[in-house]
């Protein structure tokens, strides 16, 4: 799941490969697979964008009820992502070195996002804060419900990323920090946040990436009130139900785009971090 | 803070920062925190949609399984998953042995554009399939001249569902591959296994746990999947709806015991999953892999 994962192959050199070695025909179907399944479908979005010009494409992302889906998408899966950068951490933190009964239940319950469909996830949510609220809390098409559905299926992002990473940690450097004098605010923000950072930005990138795509959850939440709780993903839903696929793919482009140039500058910036961590080390 | 700076004595105890009252302090309110937030953003509306889902008996519920719509979406999910899981599972593990074992041009960019499922809104994948195999498509004359429709048919919904749930195979498998590395493998090759025998008998069964991962994750992923499946299968009710689009459906159409039951049968393949997944991560592979550290450092803190 992760970016980096190319890397370890690299560092390997070429393996013996004989043994399935038919010449190139597993490259070949892996290839064919991944062309009809992924790279044909992307590329007719990427073509299908600007195959009516570039002034439609143009005109597409700039109307303005795209651009209030748009910005009420980043907006909002922004502070989820914060959020869950700082909760995720906090219930990583607990699930690692705090001991209380039950916690293995809790754990497990961590991964129920990653299990539960989307759309099942929404109505759960709008059961509970909807018109029909036992606690009389009615986030129903609101903003509000739909960070409440984002923070709900981005919730494992953040604590499965930082969790092995705060395992691995090392507890006798906290205990030397503490014993050469750091008070335990100090030890947290020198000693055990800057190991846990790169984590943090890994969970984090993969929860934003999640969340400005995500349609199953939000759908029946937000209402889908335009100008005001549509997003993006509802958005192009709604322009390929009214047949202008052209202006759907222009604003699935501008999602696909900053999705990934999230995803590479977090993995940039992790990677910075773990450099400077070894070379400080 | 001033406390454990005036007495280093304390400090050096093992777990000081922690036994300190403030210490307790904080770590309780972090507790009380996280289970809190647990419960209101997980726990609760999970338990609350059972709840109101058997709110008025058995029967309004047993009256919504038994409507056709229901019993059609229900199937259509199972077949949609019975058959992307497993020629997911195969590609999956031909494409890790391919991406880690093999050097072949426009390797790189097979291994990218697996993590891209992750990246792409579910609605943007709809969209993909249909602008290459919909009737005005890139394929779609020639998928019409065939005779095949994939659109708004299942062969769609099967193919938007593989895409979603590509990467969990692979990616699964890709490390155990790495960890394993190829000696075994060149020793049955060596002794004059063929490359068949000694992937059946020795590669597979050293990547099958990573494999049963991947193909929980991706059962889960395909029983689940929602927005690329709304936009390739047109949601016709009692033919190309699945449980998820039945869902919504059911929402829209105010039957919400409809909506609350399909949502429990799907809940409920979801909590076996979970089951699954965890007791594959407290099982014996979890200790003697992913937690083989974790044991070394046990000990170091008895130490």
Redesign the interface.
Known sequence: ?S?G??T??AV?G?????????G?L??G???A??SL??????S??LW?SVSDGLDEFWAAITSPQALAALQLTFTVSGIVTVINAL?GT??A??LV??D?AGK?F?N??????????????G???L???GP?S?FGINAAYSQVGIM?AL??IT?PFVVRAVQPVL??L???M??AA??L?A???T?LRRVVLPNLLPAILTGSA?AF??C?????SV??IAGNIPYRTEM???Y??GQ?EADK?GS??AV?VV??VV??AV?VVFDILRRRISRHEEASA | ??A??ST?VE??S?????TTT??RA??LT??L???G??TF??????F??F??TFEDGLEPVLRAISRPAFQSAFWMTLQITAIAVPVNTV?GI??A????????P???L???????????????????????YGKN??FGEVLSDLGIQVIFAMPGMV?AT??VS??FVV?EV??VL?EIG?DQ??A??TLG?S?WR??WRVTLPSIRWGVIYGVI?TT?RS?????AV??VSGKISGKTET???H??ER?QAFDLVG??TA?IV??CM??L??LA??VYQ?GWLGRRIGRG??HA?SD??VR
């Not at chain 1, 070429?14 to 038919?22: L, W």
């Not at chain 2, 953003?41 to 999970?46: F, G, K, N, S």
């Open positions: 799941m970016l994962s190319g370890a192959a390997r070429p393996a013996s490969t004989r043994y399935d070695g038919r190139l597993g490259p179907i892996t290839a697979y991944l399944l992924v790279l044909i479908p992307i007719a979005i299908r909760i906090a219930i933190w607990v070195r705090d209380f293995p809790i497990a319950l961590i991964d129920l996002p990653f299990a539960l469909p989307t759309i099942v996830a109505l759960t949510l059961a509970l804060y029909q036992p409440l923070l709900f919730l395992e691995e090392d507890r006798e906290e205990e503490a014993s004098g008070s335990s605010p030890v993969l990436a999640r400005i795509g995500e349609f199953g759908i029946l993006a993903s509802v192009i839903y390929v696929p759907a793919s699935s999602l696909l999705s990934l995803l | 803070m001033t454990v700076e280093p400090a050096t093992p777990g000081a920062p922690i403030r210490g904080i770590r972090l507790r925190v996280v289970l937030y647990l953003i997980l726990a609760l509306p999970v609350m949609v709840w109101r590609f031909l494409a042995l391919m991406l880690v074992r093999r050097r072949f426009g390797r790189s097979l291994n990218a554009l697996i993590d891209l499922p992750f990246a792409i809104s579910p609605v943007v994948i709809g969209l993909s399939l249909v602008l290459v498509g890139w193919l593989m895409f590509l990467p990616r890709m490390p790495r190829t493998e060149q049955a090759y296994a490359g000694t992937f994750l889960a029983l689940g999947e929602f927005g709304a936009i449980l998820t689009t869902v919504e929402f909506a609350y949502s799907l809940a979801a909590l999953v979970l997944m965890t407290s550290h974790q450092a170091e803190t």
